[in-house]
């Protein structure tokens, strides 16, 4: 009973003010009855006195990352490490936090500072193998995984994980013998299917496409995995060219996947409107200059999703003086906090995110590297906030067929739920309209503040857009530009397949063999 607890607990306290146990005992209470905010306060006291007790700093800062408070978590961590410097769960921990706020190259130092107290932690390896990932060391990331399988065979997340790694740096006979092992360990995984799915030539093979239609027709999968196998059933009938069973299963897919997502379209036309809003009071703020302390320029590769945004990051990450970020929320939540008044755009906020920004791109920059890519594709509705804080950025907005866009969307499975408005037809075109209505926005009222480039003009004449594209960023020509595919870097998005094909044309019309099924749901889209 807590009342109880707090009435005894505080009858005590007065008596003993400075019992460091009595203070540990009611922490330990706290702690039994997750009452985090009191857990805090009782550790700082008993820090207040004993400022060196490495027990109660792991403890703070061990809650202190539950809680997702990783800053702080951080701060409290390097001081316990300062005391134990060997321990392996304090290294390990100060690595989940840093890899939390994206320095991934701190995280690395303590991940494999703690592994070398105990290399035959899995955890720590998975881990490790994830930083290295992500500042695009994958054959260390993939080597770190092999170990992990060593160590504990048995172990999903490795499995998948490497599987996942090797198939996104085009290793697609090795990535697919592991998502099989991964569904030994666990056969009904749905997004190991799915994964599999891109991987099998099912013209050779039907027994994948099988095993998903009986896993389907068991009826007791949840919604949302439920929707992964049934897209990765209809991508099985793409490519074994019965388009009606494709639509069918692409269909039951998105239907189901919009069962769970809240998308309200007269929502994201106030949040367009107040875009468009917020494009005027940056206009008015046109006097307002940002000190530039770095001299890494950021490439915001923007558009519609399943516009040809990876492919123009594999061009560009080929060459030698250009790096990948993937795709980083920061910029996306900022201006959405700017849209819901939650945060203002005065000098000293924007000053202090660009900062904060400029830091988060480094991770993710090569030594030699003078541009970092973000290729987030939702970043066309911040354009002009982009051009406000980094008015040395390049801002490189693709555009491809409005039919073949969408099909492409809707026909896809997005992770978290995101791009909840793909899941239905019409939301789906009136967003793609919303889209269209706001670069028009932009490029009147913001002229010269992005490059447009013609998905169908580039892969069709490379040889002649990719220079164009190069010169507009400010660098030189390297040939490696014009052969993405050749491009080892890591995929992180589901055009992982596509972007290690030679740049080829004819993907625009692919939604064509989909046409006599879809009743008119695009004909709102100019072609």
């Known amino acids: 009973n807590f009342k109880d607890f707090k009435i005894a607990s505080q009858k005590y306290s007065k008596k003993y003010p400075n019992s460091i146990k ?50 702080q978590a951080i701060s409290v961590l390097l001081m316990a490490v300062k005391l134990d410097p060997n321990n392996p769960t304090i290294h390990y921990n100060l690595g989940v936090a840093y890899s939390a706020i994206h320095k991934f190259r701190d995280s690395i130092i303590f991940y494999e500072k703690s592994i070398s107290y105990d290399p035959k932690n899995e955890e720590v390896l998975i881990n490790l193998a994830n930083a290295y990932a992500e500042v695009g060391k994958i054959d260390k990331a993939i080597s770190l995984l092999r ?21 996104s740096s085009g290793k697609y006979s090795e990535a697919k013998e592991y998502f099989l092992r991964t569904l030994e360990i666990y056969p009904d995984h749905p997004l190991t299917h799915h ?19 009986k896993i389907i027709s068991s009826d007791c999968l949840e919604t949302n995995s439920a929707a992964l196998i049934n897209f990765s059933i209809a991508k099985a009938y793409d490519q074994l060219g019965d388009s009606e069973k494709a639509y069918n299963h692409y269909k039951t897919a998105n239907l189901l996947q919009n069962k769970i997502t809240e998308y309200c379209t007269n929502k994201e036309k106030k949040f367009f409107n107040s875009l468009v809003n917020l494009g005027y ?55 959405s906090l700017i849209i819901d008044k939650a945060l203002n755009t005065s000098q000293h906020q924007l000053e202090l995110f660009r900062d904060h920004y400029i830091q988060e791109i480094s991770e993710y920059a090569d030594e030699k590297a003078n541009f970092v890519t973000d290729k987030l594709p939702h970043n066309f509705r911040f354009i002009p906030l982009i051009k406000l804080l980094f008015p040395e950025s390049k801002v490189i907005h693709i555009k ?23 899941y239905d ?29 013609n998905y169908e003009k580039l892969v069709s004449d490379y040889n002649t857009e990719i220079p164009k594209l190069l010169e507009y960023i400010g660098t030189n020509f390297e040939t490696n530009c014009i052969q ?13 397949k596509q972007v290690r094909q030679k740049i080829y044309t004819g993907s625009s019309s692919v939604w064509k063999k989909y046409q006599p099924f879809l009743k008119g749901a695009f004909n709102r889209l100019k072609n």
């Open 425 to 453: 037809m019409t939301n789906l075109v009136d967003y793609y309209l919303m889209y269209e209505d706001l670069m028009q926005e932009w490029s009147k009222n913001f002229q010269n503040s992005f490059y447009t480039v």
């Open 484 to 496: 993405p595919h050749k491009n080892k870097r890591l995929v992180k998005t589901s055009s992982n």
């Open 400 to 422: 491809r067929d409005p039919c073949a866009t969408c099909w492409s969307n809707y026909a896809r499975y997005f992770s978290k739920g995101s791009l909840k408005y793909s």
């Open 281 to 335: 009071m940056i206009k008015n703020q046109a006097h307002i200059k940002i000190p530039q302390k770095s001299n890494l320029v950021p490439i915001f590769i923007v558009g519609m999703p399943r516009s040809g945004t990876s492919l123009i990051e594999q061009i560009l990450t080929a060459h030698s003086k250009i790096s990948g970020a993937g795709e980083l929320r920061s910029l996306s939540d900022f201006g």
């Open 195 to 213: 994964a599999l799915s891109s991987l099998i030539d099912y013209s050779k093979d039907t027994e994948h496409l099988k095993n998903m239609e």
């Open 147 to 167: 170990k992990s399988i060593d160590v504990a065979p048995k172990r999903f997340e490795s499995h998948f994980n490497l599987a996942h790694y090797l198939s």
């Open 22 to 71: 009595l203070k540990e005992a009611q922490a330990q209470a706290f702690y039994l009855m997750k009452k985090n905010d009191l857990l805090i306060l009782k550790l700082k006291e008993i820090l207040a006195i004993n400022p060196n007790s490495f027990k109660n700093l792991e403890k703070l800062g061990s809650i202190y990352l539950k809680m997702k408070r990783y800053e």
